[in-house]
């Protein structure tokens, strides 16, 4: 394609981004250094001098509103639909380009100043400030890479005091082959989760908040609120027992030297906590000092482990060979291969229960995501090497200490023997050394199954040793005492919970949550105060695992819903081995403790349900909305390849509501019987223009949903635009629906100012009802005594300019401009309370079943009557009958009734149905209908229809006298009604149908307005569409 020509410009720094306001002042300001040639492509517009718009003349070879792709055009993007900045809008492509004082635009001095980047807000402030020119005054936060940030911190987190004082037990226990089945165990479950933490974290620009924030933006706020609160809480204990561990250990080199403070127990006190006050001043000093400290504790345990190693090697003193070292030998190394049971923990699971923790802390650098660098990329390389040296410092461990130590030694000087004398027993005899009789006694205090010190007596050095528990403990309690108020500060912020706002104010350049800071510990304080933390330590672990079957599940669920947000850059992960990782991880939960994995769900369960029941206000594209599209999809395309049958009908009701809240009685009815049983969809049809009227839709939709969602109704909204009304409800009554979810039945209420209306909009009024039959829709209309529409009380949403004329009373019309109707208002609107949300009590719910519609007008009221408001009444049957085969008939409809199991008990038979009416009722009627009469003298067809030009609804005197007798039958029925169900709770009953064509509007709305005045319970015509709704086979 041939490139249009474009002349020199100078240089100049562009932001890529072209707002409206910068065409706009083209158009004003006339023509600037560059003017396209004559018959060159452009979007009506004059350049400016701006340097913003050379991006676009290089780009494209034309000025364009369009922009370049630029990143802030996507970051904080939220909701489908949201306006992005500097990006312009579809009609300000697609629309004749006006100046529009209300937009707000960038100064071009800012854009200039900040290479077109727009002015963060608060929340993303830092973040998205780093870089720019012109912010010197905001100080720069202290981030960290992925080798100082994550994968060191992870590997002091996952070091502690089982790798110096348990692990070498465990191997005399297990063996060493089974102990290096315990490690791969332990960190394959660690691994998958380390795998799954990658793919999440890199699925996305990843904040501050570590598990919680990966957990609650994948799986939603439910599960991830309640997972941030006991991670936060299990890491503040966790402090406490990393702190209690190094304070034994003090307590303990105390006591050796006889140098008690009070005593053991109150050591421990002291000692922890004037230990966690220093690690809280270290936290406070700021994260770099933080991170300082993290460091000399990793170089402590380095330099402890090398020590460990050089002592393997050197020759062992006669002092160690009385306490079971010997070097390496093949010969231990083959009999330490193998299991040795000893003890109530002597099994492999109590094994793997005790060592399984230590694999644990890999979540240490994903808890502080917010202060990284780049966490999609820190988080999965950080955590996925630190689990690699971890696990090869444990298998290399136990495979050393393993070739160099029986299992048990007496430490006494004078065991040593002779190589080969008589009555020594054990490999020790080979060596020189006899063990035998602490072995057969079992009073052994040395040897790898009873001296947990054995690391710092094989160790070059052992105070090396001792310096690494003090950093492996210490090193714990730190990263455990940072991310316990970040995850918080986190979960604080989001407002799931009550009462805890307060704690997630930040201070500083890396908005350091101090409160929460505090809070830790304070609730550490507490625990080391209790000094005994064995019943505490298993919920801990059992929480960290609840989190780690959490995060794989959220793998598992987000790869699953196949939702195409979820691209993760980390491809080395799979949804089954996710599946299998939080498998395991709850299966090792009741392994370590049974009661405590139930406390823990307990806790879970509890935290969840209250999540669930406030239902916050957030919305962050979590797996569970897109699971829920898959099921909806996949359960509604599924509907349509099933064919219908009578057993499973359900009335799937379109009601013409307009505004939901401008009709709350006519939507809480239809509710009441569709609740959890049927479609219901709230149709409003939006007349005017267009273009005016879908800038109205798209502003109210949402405030409609939300409404109606705050009633607790159950139903869609959905709206047109349309010319005028019936042309509107043609299109709902067309396209409302997806596949089998259907409507079949239009509800509308009742059109009560019909006589003083525009002509116009009776016709319109009675031919939705035609249309509706005509496309196989059941009827259903809804009369009140004091009507439906409440506009008149809601002044407030309502716009002044409505038209008196097209009062909507008729179902649905709406003329309200747009702006003048705020949404949120709409949805924080006082509700207006209803006849249907009332207890009805012991009333009766009068069913007058004069037509065989195919049981339409049964099957609602038995709908309502299931109700619990509703569920009091009794439901009477009426039909009509000859008086004198009325025995039959009732036997007759009983019999019926009884085998459509409906529970109607009470029928009764009206025999004088055919009855005159009284002359002053005839008289009414007459009057009704006279101001829409032709009074045409009973003159031929053709002139009648010549007379009737222009006003169909007109009744000639022809059609007047051929329905005479059915005029005269809605006058009697209203005079049964009122007779016999003034005080009903609801009247049911079968309306007549008005033949299309021979039937003017005017005269049918006579009928139903004769049929349903003067009665003071509502009323429901309903007619079905002739096709069985009910039966009484099982097939």
Wanted: glycine share 8%; charged share 15%; with cysteine.
């Amino acid at each position: 394609m041939a490139e249009l020509p474009i002349p020199d410009l100078p240089p100049a720094r562009c932001s890529g981004r072209f707002t409206i306001s910068t065409l706009l002042a083209m158009e004003e300001g006339g023509r600037g250094p560059y003017t396209p040639t004559e018959g060159s492509s452009c979007d009506s517009v004059q350049p400016t001098h701006l340097s913003s718009s050379t991006l676009c003349t290089r780009t494209f070879g034309y000025n364009t509103v369009d922009v370049v792709p630029a990143y802030e055009h996507y970051a904080n993007s939220k909701g489908v639909g949201d306006p992005r900045k500097g990006r312009p809008s579809l009609a300000d492509l697609h629309s004749i380009l006006k100046p529009d004082p209300g937009r707000l635009h960038t100064p071009v001095s800012d854009l200039q100043q900040s290479n077109g980047l727009p002015e963060a807000g608060p929340e993303a402030g830092l973040e998205e400030a780093e870089g720019e020119p012109g912010r010197d005054s905001v100080p720069e936060p202290v981030r960290f890479g992925w080798v100082k940030g994550v994968m060191i911190r992870c590997m002091l987190n996952i070091w502690g005091v089982i790798l110096y004082l348990r692990l070498p037990w465990i191997t005399a226990q297990a063996g060493i082959a089974l102990t290096w089945l315990i490690i791969l165990m332990s960190v394959t479950v660690t691994t998958i989760t380390g795998l799954s933490i990658s793919a999440i974290s890199t699925n996305g620009k990843v904040k501050s908040g570590g598990t919680y924030f990966l957990i609650s933006r994948s799986l939603g706020p439910e599960l991830g609120g309640s997972i941030g609160l006991i991670f936060a809480f299990a890491n503040a204990v966790a402090v406490a027992m990393h702190t209690v561990g190094f304070a034994e250990t003090v307590r303990d080199l105390l006591q050796e030297h006889n140098s008690l403070i009070v005593d053991p127990t109150n050591d421990i006190r002291i000692i922890g906590v004037i230990t966690v006050t220093v690690l809280l001043g270290i936290s406070l000093a700021g994260m770099e000092w933080e991170a300082k400290a993290q460091i000399l504790f990793f170089l402590v345990i380095l330099v402890s482990f090398i020590n460990y190693l050089v002592g393997t090697v050197i020759p062992a003193t006669t002092e160690k060979q009385a306490k079971g070292f010997f070097s390496y030998r093949a010969d231990i190394f083959a009999q330490n291969f193998v299991p040795n049971w000893r003890g109530p923990e002597g099994s492999f699971f109590g094994l793997f229960s005790i060592f399984f923790p230590s694999a644990t802390g890999i979540l240490a650098g994903a808890n502080i995501s917010g202060d990284l660098k780049d966490p999609a990329v820190a988080i999965p390389k950080g955590t996925l090497m630190a689990i690699f040296w971890t696990t090869m410092s444990y298998l290399v461990l136990s495979a050393t200490i393993g070739a160099c130590v029986v299992r048990d030694a007496s430490g006494s000087l004078n065991d040593s023997v002779a190589m080969g004398s008589p009555g020594c027993e054990g490999l020790a005899c080979s060596f020189g050394w006899n063990f035998t009789a602490c072995t057969q006694q079992q009073s052994c205090r040395y040897g790898l199954s009873n001296y947990y010190q054995s690391m710092s007596m094989v160790s070059g050095f052992g105070p090396l040793i001792t310096a690494g528990i003090f950093g492996a403990t210490l090193s714990s309690a730190l990263a455990c005492l940072v991310s316990a108020p970040k995850v918080f500060q986190c979960l604080c912020k989001d407002q799931l919970y009550p009462l805890i706002g307060f704690f997630g104010k930040g201070y500083g350049r890396n908005s350091e949550p101090i409160r929460g800071y505090m809070l830790t510990y304070v609730i550490a304080i507490g625990f080391i105060l209790i000094a005994e933390l064995n019943a505490i330590a298993p919920i801990i672990s059992n929480f960290f695992l609840c989190s780690y079957a959490l995060i794989n599940f959220s793998c598992f669920h987000a790869s699953i819903t196949n939702s195409p947000g979820w691209r993760p850059s980390f491809r080395y992960y799979s949804k089954w081995t996710a599946l299998f990782g939080a498998a395991v991880s709850v299966v090792i939960m009741f392994l370590l403790t049974w009661w405590a994995a139930l406390i823990a769900f307990g806790i879970v369960i509890f935290l969840l349900g209250y999540v669930l029941y406030k239902k916050p206000d957030v919305n962050w594209g979590s797996s569970v909305q897109a699971s829920s599209y898959n099921m909806a999809l996949s359960y509604s395309v599924g509907l349509s390849e099933v064919d219908e049958h009578i057993k499973n009908y359900r009335p799937q009701c379109l009601v013409l509501t307009g505004p939901p809240n401008f009709r709350p009685a006519l939507v809480d009815f239809v509710g009441t019987f569709t609740k959890n049983l049927s479609l219901m969809l709230c149709g409003n049809v939006l007349i005017g223009p267009r273009k005016q009227k879908m800038t109205e839709s798209q502003l109210m939709a949402d405030g409609h949903t939300k409404w109606l969602m705050k009633r607790k109704i159950k139903a869609f909204y959905t709206d047109v635009v349309a010319e005028d009304l019936r042309s509107g409800v043609q299109m709902l009554i067309q396209a409302a629906g997806l596949g089998k979810m259907r409507p079949n039945i239009l509800v509308l209420g009742y059109k009560r100012n019909w006589r003083t209306a525009s002509p116009q909009s009776l016709e319109d009024y009675v031919g939705i009802l035609h249309d509706a039959f005509d496309f196989k829709y059941g009827v259903c209309l809804m009369r009140m005594k004091e009507g439906l529409n409440v506009s008149r009380v809601l002044q407030a949403h309502v716009n002044p300019t409505f038209e008196a004329a097209e009062h909507p009373e008729n179902g649905t019309g709406s003329r309200a401009a747009p702006g003048t109707v705020n949404p949120t208002a709409l949805a924080s609107e006082q509700q207006a309370s209803t006849i249907f949300q009332s207890e009805q009590g012991k009333k009766t719910i009068d069913i007058y079943w004069l037509f065989d519609d195919g049981g339409l007008t049964l099957l609602i009221p038995y709908l309502l009557g299931r109700k619990k408001r509703w569920g009091k009444c009794k439901i009477r049957v009426f039909v009509g009958g000859q008086i004198n085969r009325m025995d039959e008939e009732r036997k007759a409809i009983v019999s019926l009734l009884s085998k459509f199991r409906l529970g109607f008990h009470e029928v009764h038979i009206l025999p004088d149905i055919n009855q005159k009416p009284r002359p002053e009722h005839i008289k009414r009627f007459d009057e009704l209908i006279a101001p829409f009469r032709l009074n045409d003298g009973f003159k031929d067809e053709a002139t009648v229809n010549e007379m009737r030009q222009g006003c169909p609804w007109k009744i000639s005197d022809e059609e007047v006298d051929k329905n005479r007798a059915k005029s005269l039958r809605q006058v009697r029925l209203n005079e049964i009604l009122l007779d016999y169900s003034r005080d009903a709770a609801l009247i049911a009953i079968t309306p007549p149908i008005g033949r299309k064509g021979r039937c003017p509007s005017s005269l049918y709305m006579a009928w139903l307005e004769t049929l349903s005045q003067d009665l003071r319970p509502p009323i429901i015509l309903t007619r079905g569409n002739q096709e069985n709704v009910l039966t009484f086979y099982c097939q």
